[in-house]
């Protein structure tokens, strides 16, 4: 008998490829196949899928943004998406099609809907995104990483957490080494794409460190590509030892080997922090929709595992200050570590495969 088929799609960011691949690691490890489609920018984050997973590209159409002729030529561009999807699924009969927001998902969930085949979609965050929004009085289930999240009329939100990759939960709760006098690790990480705000501020506010905790610091720093040089000759003008890289790879370890993390407050930021458990400072990327990054943030805030600057109050004075205060008092900074624990929700993958293996169970048509 032919193994089971997922049929994921998720949009162009960390942020909505992260989670589907946590799912696709998870699925494929009991057995079933996994399709992903994603479009160019998604392609960029596809290096980490298991290599089974069968990965198709769609244009990327979005009808809100770009100029009158960009948004003319989404419809035709998604029409031409659905109809291929129509065709894919109608011959491999997917048994759960899941969305993962942003607008390469809009084929593959209009494809399943139009064939009625089960599907659902995973939101990342406390308030929807437009295209989950649209979809979700319509799929299955809204699994949600963030809880109560915001749902329209008619949608049936259950509380998943966020997924996290598989090399992330390999370092759950990992042994947190409090800050002393040694060479200490502080990670920034601007989220999937870098922040040019942390390129800005950051290494002047590791400059601006007293001595005794500043030449002990070795910085791992994610920044733009077009802003690597000026960082790292930043650092290297403090004579602060740093490695300045667009994206690491390895962020499960380097989070694990942080003695504090300084990062936007994106969903699945949060949520590896959380299940590795390290101490952050945190400075949401104030134009998210509906603020959604700050609500992300304050989880991390009420439970005591970060603190929260918001941008127009940043400079290199203030963070210098929040990170004297964390990196100068070792048992704070443990204590935050187990609070980041606390907030954590590791099993966020196996509830999205529960959900799943629900859905195909019931062959349901929502
Ligand atoms: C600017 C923006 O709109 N961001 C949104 C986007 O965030 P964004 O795409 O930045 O995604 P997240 O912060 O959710 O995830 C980033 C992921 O990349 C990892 N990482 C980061 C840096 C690095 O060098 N290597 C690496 O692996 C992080 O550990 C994390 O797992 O989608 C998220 C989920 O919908 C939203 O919550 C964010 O608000």
């Not at 089960?118 to 308030?127: C, K």
Request: hydrophobic share 45%; with cysteine.
């Amino acid at each position: 008998m032919k193994a089971p088929l997922l049929v994921m799609a998720a949009g162009g960011t960390g942020g909505h490829m992260f989670p589907a691949q946590a799912l696709a690691e998870a699925m494929l490890h009991r057995g079933w196949r996994v399709r992903l489609s994603t479009d160019s920018r998604g392609a960029r984050y596809t290096g980490g899928f298991p290599h089974s997973t069968e990965i198709s590209e769609v244009q990327s159409a979005s009808p809100a943004r770009g100029g009158t002729v960009a948004k003319l030529l989404a419809a035709p561009k998604i029409a031409t998406g659905i109809a291929s999807a129509v065709w894919g699924m109608w011959r491999d009969r997917p048994s759960v099609v899941v969305g993962f927001g942003g607008y390469p998902s809009i084929p593959a969930l209009a494809a399943a809907e139009f064939l009625r085949l089960p599907r659902m979609i995973h939101e990342q965050n406390g308030r929807l995104g437009r295209v989950n929004l649209r979809f979700a009085p319509r799929v299955a289930c809204v699994a949600c990483g963030v809880w109560p999240a915001e749902l329209p009329a008619g949608a049936n939100g259950v509380e998943t957490g966020n997924p996290v990759r598989k090399a992330v939960l390999e370092r759950a709760q990992a042994a947190y080494i409090p800050p002393g006098d040694y060479p200490m690790s502080l990670l920034v990480i601007g989220g999937s794409q870098g922040a040019r705000i942390l390129s800005d501020v950051v290494p002047d506010a590791v400059a601006a460190l007293p001595g005794h905790l500043r030449g002990h610091l070795r910085v791992a720093h994610q920044a733009r590509a077009e802003d690597g040089e000026r960082v790292t000759a930043a650092y290297a003008a403090h004579g602060i030892q740093a490695e300045v890289k667009p994206f690491f790879k390895d962020i499960a370890r380097r989070i694990s080997e942080a003695q504090l993390v300084i990062a936007r407050a994106g969903a699945s930021t949060i949520a590896d922090l959380t299940v590795i458990g390290r101490p952050a400072i945190l400075i949401p990327y104030a134009a998210a929709a509906g603020d959604h990054q700050t609500a992300n943030a304050r989880v991390l805030v009420e439970a005591g595992a970060a603190t929260l600057i918001p941008e127009s109050r940043l400079d290199a004075e203030v963070l210098a200050g929040q990170i004297g205060l964390i990196l100068g008092n070792p048992d704070a900074a443990v204590q935050m570590s187990h609070a980041a624990w606390g907030a954590a929700i590791p099993d966020a993958t196996q509830r999205l495969v529960a959900l799943v293996l629900e859905l195909s169970e019931r062959g349901a048509k929502p």
